[in-house]
């Protein structure tokens, strides 16, 4: 059995650590990376064709549909396709590129 803790504001605000039994992998996926919960159900079901650009995060492991996913790990495909400075030549360039899906770890 998997026991672990959580910590909850109660209706005052205050912290309260309570007890969890029968923590599933959902659980702990979404403790660490609830943030990525969205982005997988909005790409669920996207055509294999649907480019997904992914910079600075683990968010490719967790995708079901592993086609046309590109890794820019410090945006350095992104800086060359915009390299110019035209937002609708860049614009053009990624369409062009099939990408319909951006995700960039803020943290990198």
Known sequence: MN???????????????VMKVGYRWKDVFDLQFPHYNKFIEATN???DE???LIA?????????NQH???GDGMLSWLREK??????????K????SNLRY??????I
């Not at 951006?102 to 943290?107: E, G, Q, S």
């Open 56 to 64: 600075g995060t683990y968010l490719q492991y967790f995708l079901k």
């Open 93 to 96: 360039r990624l369409q062009d």
């Open 82 to 91: 915009s390299s110019d400075g035209d937002l609708c030549k860049t614009y």
């Open 45 to 47: 079901d996207r055509a």
């Open 3 to 17: 026991i672990g803790k959580t910590v909850e504001l109660d209706n005052g605000l205050q912290q309260k650590e």
């Open 68 to 70: 046309n996913i590109q």
């Open 50 to 52: 649907d480019g997904v």
């Open 102 to 107: 951006l995700v960039i770890d803020p943290n």
